[in-house]
């Protein structure tokens, strides 16, 4: 599976940003599909997956401002992002696993990465 992250940026605290991220290949494959996102110096951490079947799940740090979208018959996943703090800052990832998890170690297939900078 190929996966390809788009729609990063710059925005100030306190705005929006939607992710996309579009997949091709053995996409058949694919179960949950995840954003997880690396700040520098930090950990990869997990951010937000979804299953084909539309079960959704967030890390405390972003729920009820950012939410996860599936559209699988165009093999596309969304993040919207909304109320955007300057510790979103980081470098987002979207990831696709054979089965339902939050462990980056279960993603097979990730994305080059969009960066993400909120400012203050």
């Known amino acids: 599976v190929q996966l390809q992250a788009s729609g990063g940026g710059l925005v100030q605290a306190g705005g929006s940003l939607t992710l996309s991220c579009a997949a091709s290949g053995r996409t058949f494959t694919i179960y949950a599909m995840g954003w997880f996102r690396q700040a520098p110096g930090k950990e990869r951490e997990f951010v937000a997956r979804i299953t084909s079947g539309g079960i959704r799940s967030y890390a405390d740090s972003v729920k009820g401002r950012f939410t996860i979208s599936r559209d699988n018959a165009e093999n596309m996943l969304y993040l919207q992002m909304n109320g955007l703090k300057p510790e979103d800052t980081a470098l987002y990832y979207c990831?696709?696993?054979?089965?339902?998890?939050?462990?980056?170690?279960?993603?097979?297939?990730w994305g080059q990465g969009t960066q993400v900078t909120v400012s203050s």
């Open positions: 990831a696709a696993a054979p089965y339902n998890s939050n462990n980056p170690r279960a993603y097979n297939d």
